[in-house]
């Protein structure tokens, strides 16, 4: 459904895409991770055909998105991370315009229910909250039924029920229609609620591209357990687990520090005692940890390569 090999963009002499490649598979959700200025955005839009690469080739659908803008445009639903309307254009009248672009559109009342925008249908957009012009956005990217969804900074300014919901809206999109997502965030959260895959940008190039939990295996680091032992617990026996890297007691409190199958080993040496772990809590590298891990933590410097750079507006 997405093919990009070895993708490059340059605004001027500074390169903010650098020889990307991946690809998205029907029904699949890819998310791109990265700092703002990592090349996120601009990578987006390469896909959608708002810009032309410099080297490298995209290809939308089998065709090239911005030779084949006819093509790219009816099978493409782009939600940009900064858009706007009309300032008096309400909330439907802004879905049936949309709409009324496409051969086989999603019905209007449908999006607005779905995606809790009916009771706010008869609103102009310059009364819309920050998070209702974000679903507006997300549901004007899905009305033509589009086989690619491009969702950039999907779920920014919404607040926790509405950040599910949308999640929702995704999950079904992509099982009910096979659609292919290509979703840019910086919620870790999302791309372990969301993707199938995650690329990991920064500083234009991806780092790491797999899945949520194969990142997160790539990096991870040690696992810990805290407890309180609710019988007298002999150190050493711990100790002696090749798992285990490092055991301390604080005020009853037993941390055990390791690698590998360490939560199972040590539990099994609890049963064989007679101990239980009160109170148990197991720490785990997340994907947040594997993201800071795999771009060694640090914001990209480099300008954002998003809309304020007016060499690049031009293409």
């Known amino acids: ?22 690809t998205v598979e029907e029904g699949e959700v890819l998310g791109l991770l990265g700092h703002n200025g990592a090349g996120k955005t601009t990578t987006v839009e390469c896909v959608a055909g708002l810009r032309s690469p ?35 254009m309400r909330v439907e009248e802004a879905l049936r315009l949309f709409a009324s672009f496409y051969p086989c559109p999603v019905p209007v009342a449908d999006l607005l229910e779905s995606l809790g925008l009916a009771e706010h249908r008869a609103k102009p957009y310059r009364v819309l909250s920050g998070g209702l012009k974000q679903r507006l956005s997300f549901a004007l990217a899905l009305v033509g039924a589009p086989r690619i969804a491009v969702l950039d900074e999907l ?53 790491a591209l ?46 055990v520090a390791g690698r590998g199958e ?16 009160r109170g148990l809590r197991i720490e785990q590298t997340t994907l947040d940890d594997a993201y800071l891990a795999l771009t060694g933590g640090a914001q990209d410097d480099r300008a954002d390569d998003r809309h304020d750079d007016r060499e690049g507006v031009r293409s």
Do not use: N
């Open 262 to 277: 360490l939560v199972h080993a040590v539990m099994s040496v609890l049963a064989r005692e007679g101990v239980v772990a």
């Open 1 to 22: 459904m997405i093919d990009v090999q070895h993708l490059t963009k340059r605004y001027g002499e500074r390169t903010v895409v650098d020889d990307v490649s991946f």
């Open 155 to 207: 779920t920014t300014g919404l607040d926790p029920q509405a950040r599910r919901d949308v999640w929702q809206q995704v999950r079904d999109v992509v099982r009910g229609r096979g659609v292919a997502v290509l979703l840019v965030t910086h919620f870790m959260e999302e791309a372990e609620r969301l993707c199938d895959r995650a690329a990991i940008l920064s500083a234009g190039r991806v780092v």
């Open 210 to 255: 797999d899945t949520p939990a194969g990142l997160v295996e790539r990096a991870a680091g040690e696992q810990s357990l805290r407890f309180s032992p609710s019988a007298p617990l002999d150190p050493a026996v711990l100790r002696a687990l090749p798992e285990v890297t490092s055991v301390t007691e604080t005020a009853g409190t037993v941390h």
């Open 54 to 88: 410099d080297a490298g080739t995209v290809r939308v659908l089998g065709v090239d998105p911005v030779a084949r803008r006819d093509v790219a445009r009816l099978g493409i639903g782009v939600q940009l991370q900064q858009s706007t309307l009309p300032d008096r």
